[in-house]
């Protein structure tokens, strides 16, 4: 049996720029950082005494035979890439999926080691970074960039940088100190609201052309946003992330709606510097920059939404628990 952890992550800066139609070309980058909410895969052989030889379980529940007959993409094609048989996947969550925090890269990244841990395998972040990257993005031909299954995999606070030859993972060099009041200064909220990103990220890859102008911005605003934290401008990241939101929305006009940005505009009156809605957008969870001082204003002027303390977490994906089993292939079965 695997249990493996893998954290979700906010993005800051940099979005649409991970798109390979956009970075291949330009290059790109994100700043992001991995956080202390977790998705949790188990993960072990089906014993032989059901009916159905694989057995996955998240939102729903799956009894299947082969690996061809799960509805889940991920978990199906993940079997077929690493030749997994006879299953059972159990998949856990501290928050939502569906709300713009990486979840489903997350999950594939987590999925990914369990079964290389079942199978003894060990995988170094940058090779479980790159099977999610295709797992998620060939094998199960999903729309979107290519920066959660990093951020997933490796943990931390990072510039990531996108080529057309592959990435490279870069720490922000800023101390502990400093992490701790932007962390302190960082405020999320759940709007209620979960939703697939697929339609929306299709709509942001098409405007990859159309929206140049603004993507390079993005992608300046990394750059901009790592030397305020170097420097102590606290107050200077709020603001660009403000100015990130606003050229996000301008990017995808699907990003936001009108609900959205009146949460917004009233978080913004009661002395928030700046924000954003994390992932593709159109709901899930608001990220707002608020000195501390103005808080519990932005907490009354939201008093609908729930309110989600984190912390910026340094791990990435990891394996908690691991007992080697003894497993025969279908292949090389008694016939009994």
């Not at 956080?35 to 014993?47: A, G, M, N």
């Not at 999903?142 to 057309?164: H, L, P, R, S």
């Not at 060099?173 to 339609?199: E, P």
Request: charged residues 25%; negative net charge; proline residues 4%.
């Amino acid at each position: 049996m695997v249990i493996t952890k893998t954290p979700f992550r906010i993005s800051f800066f940099g979005g649409g720029t991970d798109f390979p139609g956009f970075y291949e070309e330009h290059g790109g980058q994100v700043l992001s950082t991995s956080i202390d909410k977790y998705c949790y895969i188990t993960v072990r052989h089906l014993p032989p005494f059901f009916e159905w030889r694989n057995n996955i379980m998240y939102s729903k529940c799956e009894h299947a035979i082969g690996a061809d007959d799960i509805e889940h993409p991920a978990v199906r094609e993940a079997m077929r890439y690493l030749d997994m048989h006879d299953m059972t996947v159990i998949y856990d969550a501290d928050l939502p999926a569906r709300t713009g925090l990486g979840t489903s890269s997350s999950f594939a990244v987590g999925l990914l080691s369990a079964f290389y841990a079942l199978k003894g395998k060990y995988v170094d972040k940058q090779r479980l970074a790159s099977d999610a990257i295709y797992l998620e993005r060939i094998l199960c031909n999903e729309t979107g960039g290519v920066q959660d299954q990093i951020a997933a995999a490796y943990g931390g606070f990072n510039k990531i940088i996108f080529a057309a030859d592959g990435f490279d993972v870069q720490p922000v060099l800023v101390s502990q100190q400093k992490k701790d009041i932007l962390n302190d200064n960082l405020m999320m909220f759940f709007t209620g609201v979960a939703r697939y990103s697929f339609t929306i990220q299709e709509e942001q890859e098409n405007n990859l052309v159309r929206k140049r102008a603004q993507l390079f911005r993005q992608k300046g605003l990394v750059d901009e946003a790592e030397k305020a934290l170097q420097r102590g401008q606290f107050d200077d990241f709020g603001r660009l992330l403000d100015e990130g939101w606003r050229l996000k929305k301008e990017i995808n006009e699907k990003t936001s709606t009108e609900t959205i940005d009146e949460l917004y505009s009233r978080a913004l009156k009661a002395g928030a510097l700046g924000g954003k809605l994390l992932g593709a957008g159109g709901g899930g969870f608001l990220l707002l920059y608020v000195p501390q001082g103005k808080q519990q204003n932005v907490r009354e002027a939201l008093p609908n939404l729930m309110e989600i303390p984190f912390r910026f977490e340094t791990g990435g994906s990891r394996v908690l628990y691991y007992v080697p089993e003894i497993y025969t292939p279908p292949e090389k079965k008694e016939v009994l």
